[in-house]
């Protein structure tokens, strides 16, 4: 699989965004033409349309120094531009955690660099990225080589500064370079965080790359490694071919990638990278081969890993290649399979989106529509049939008088019906309380001010932990009342369905339930972070006090943001969990109305029989074209959905289709 391979995933991952949201779109128009004011439908078109636009995918790649991290990220984007994005030379490349992705706001080339001494304060680099004040810019050319090599360069500036000011921001002052000048000052980085947008195609069509620099970067990031890495699609751990697998490399992988993969099935590649260092022409192929192979499996043994997860790489010879269209070298470099594992990954990320509760919920409201327009159909050639067969004036007019009147029979059940239904949102709506009591603000607030409290008095490793411990067995505890109440909620969505229609699919139905599994997973992927970043933290002396200050900052801070999302989400479901079958039912009800008002019209005015077979005719074209209409958007959409999941998550609510008109 060649170097395209990944343009065209991305391509068609973006384009298959795009078409998905021109359907939603052109669903909503469908019902703006048809002066249908569905607002459980228009809700439901604006939750899924906002998550489209929001989906990206991001690559994370880690680390330790001078694992070639750089070099991986320039052959990745070498096409476009021809040359090195980023500054790639033996020794430390990359200074400060560098986020690279395509910010439409901006010129085509920019870089925005954080200054480290931030890092005295303890507030959250998320909320450092919402004041441009902050930040220094340089924007630049990226097809101008030297004005790319200028900029990027700024990555990698460092200063010298005091032993005691390095400490104050955080550094483990064991893993700086000492300064020639004196033995008392150290070399550090300039710049804390690095962004940088480029107008190139992978960016544009949604690729988000994370570069960090190593050990001392996670560790004293917090925000980096309890947040960011975790929001990762894709993440690729480098190593160095030809010294294997080192301490600190180890302890990177224990101390946050094997944490990922045990609290949220995050699936990791490792890269043996510079692989071309065990490359000998001297030997037989076969030799090197074997040495190659013996590599990956020793590696794979001691990270637990299966094989298959474990690759080896040459990002510099990749490069070459690439430079002078050499396809054997590149073969050789194992690029194109990398290339091929972000490929299956983006289709996995299409997948999870195609399986959204939103989009089957879409789904089942587009079936639902096109189903009672079609029985509205039918309804209208029973009309037409009974109108057509009338002789007489006498019997025309008391044919229009018996339409009229089981029009309003069935006219009345759906009144009734609409006010069952807002009966049943008011029941729904009214577990809110008793849902988003257990994880209130105000009950969330209160163990964080608990944690930093008994954190102020701790001053040992073991103090730490112990906090840190305590306040997520009380978010736990928050869960589980949760949990507890949400049995209850489920319960009653469920039996709302079964009274509403009793040929609802329970089986189905069971997407619509409200399932804490991700809520769980990512709070027990932030406790083990914490556990294990606290340990790192040793005892902490006063030139610590400021990284202890930041790291529980952003562990309240990150908790703060779960709660705050998993609040909107139950939100949500209560506002969209009755979505179809309010649809339905206000559809429903709009068709009778205009049905009865066709009819109206038809004993009232001074028409012939004649005149108002034409005029039942006309209607009965205009149904057929708007059906017509809503089927195209409808097999559209459903062809967009990845095989074998067009119907298993929609939510059909009629197992039968029986005319009740």
């Not at 022409?281 to 030799?287: I, V």
Request: overall charge neutral; glycine content about 4%; proline content about 3%.
């Amino acid at each position: 699989m060649d170097h395209a391979s990944l343009y065209r995933q991305l391509s068609g991952f973006q384009r298959w965004k795009q078409q998905l949201n021109t359907q939603l779109q052109a669903f909503l128009q469908w019902l703006e033409a048809h002066k249908i004011t569905s607002r459980a439908a228009e809700q439901s078109l604006k939750h899924a349309r906002t998550m489209l636009a929001n989906d990206h995918f991001t690559l994370a790649l880690v680390g330790e120094f001078s694992r070639g991290k750089t070099e991986l990220i320039n052959a990745l984007l070498f096409a476009e531009y021809g040359h090195r994005l980023l500054p790639s030379q033996p020794g430390r490349t990359t200074m400060c955690p560098t986020e690279i992705y395509r910010d439409p706001h901006t010129p085509k080339g920019c870089v925005r660099l954080l200054p480290i001494e931030t890092r005295r304060s303890n507030v959250a680099l998320a909320a450092f990225k919402r004041i441009p004040q902050k930040w220094v810019t340089t924007h630049f050319d990226p097809y101008d080589q030297k004005q790319v090599a200028e900029a990027m360069a700024r990555i990698a500036e460092v200063k010298t500064v005091s032993v005691a000011e390095a400490e104050t921001l955080g550094f483990d002052i064991e893993s700086l370079v000492r300064s020639r000048e004196s033995v008392d000052r150290v070399e550090v980085p300039v710049w804390r965080h690095a962004l940088v947008s480029l107008d190139h195609p992978l960016l544009a069509r949604g690729l988000r790359i994370l570069d960090t620099p190593g050990l001392n970067a996670l560790g004293n990031e917090p925000e980096l490694a309890l947040g960011t890495l975790a929001s990762a699609q894709a993440m690729l751990f480098l190593l160095a071919a030809d010294t294997g697998l080192t301490a600190t490399d180890m302890e990177i992988w224990n101390e946050h990638i094997n944490i990922l993969r045990a609290t949220q099935d995050a699936e990791v590649i490792t890269l043996l990278n510079k692989i071309d260092s065990l490359w000998d022409d001297l030997l037989p192929q076969e030799d090197v081969l074997l040495a190659i192979h013996k590599v990956r499996e020793t590696t794979a043994r001691q990270l637990q890993q299966p094989m298959d997860q474990v690759l080896t790489l040459s990002a510099k010879q990749s490069l070459i290649a690439r430079a002078k269209g050499d396809a054997t070298l590149l073969a050789r470099s194992q690029m194109p399979k990398l290339e091929k594992i972000l490929s299956e990954k983006l289709i996995d990320s299409r997948t999870r989106l195609a399986s959204h509760r939103l989009i089957s919920d879409l789904l089942t409201i587009m079936d639902d529509t096109s189903n009672l327009l079609r029985e509205r159909l039918y309804a209208a050639d029973r009309d037409l049939a009974e109108v057509e067969g009338a002789r007489g004036d006498a019997e025309h007019k008391a044919t229009l008088v018996s339409l009229r009147a089981n029009i309003k029979r069935i006219h009345h059940q759906y009144h009734k019906q609409s006010l069952s239904l807002k009966s049943s949102e008011r029941l729904l709506y009214r577990q809110r309380d008793g849902l988003l009591g257990p994880i209130g603000e105000a009950v969330i607030e209160q163990q964080i001010q608990a944690a930093e409290q008994a954190l102020a008095e701790s001053w040992h490793t073991f103090g730490v932990g112990r906090v840190v411990q305590e306040f997520f067995d009380n978010i736990d505890h928050c869960l589980s009342n949760l949990s507890h109440e949400l049995l209850q909620a489920n319960k009653v969505m469920l039996s709302i369905y079964k009274r509403e229609d009793s040929n609802v699919n329970p089986d189905l139905l069971r997407n619509h339930e409200f399932n804490l599994r991700h809520y769980r997973a990512r709070t027990n992927q932030l406790r083990a972070h914490s556990k294990q970043y606290s340990l790192g933290l040793g005892n902490l002396l006063t030139s610590k006090q400021t990284l202890m200050e930041r790291f529980l900052n952003t562990v309240a801070n990150e908790t703060r943001a779960l709660m705050q999302e998993l609040r909107t989400d139950l939100d949500n479901w209560l506002k969209d969990a009755l979505a179809p079958l309010n649809h339905r039912n206000l559809y429903q009800k709009q068709l009778l109305d205009e049905q009865l008002l066709q009819l109206a019209n038809l004993n009232l005015q001074n028409h012939t029989q004649q005149e108002q077979v034409g005029m039942l005719k006309g209607q009965i074209a205009k149904l057929e074209t708007a059906l017509m209409e809503l089927d195209t958007i409808i097999n559209s959409t459903r062809a967009l959905q990845p095989d074998g999941q067009a119907r298993s998550n929609v939510v059909n609510l009629r197992a039968k289709n029986a005319s009740i008109l």
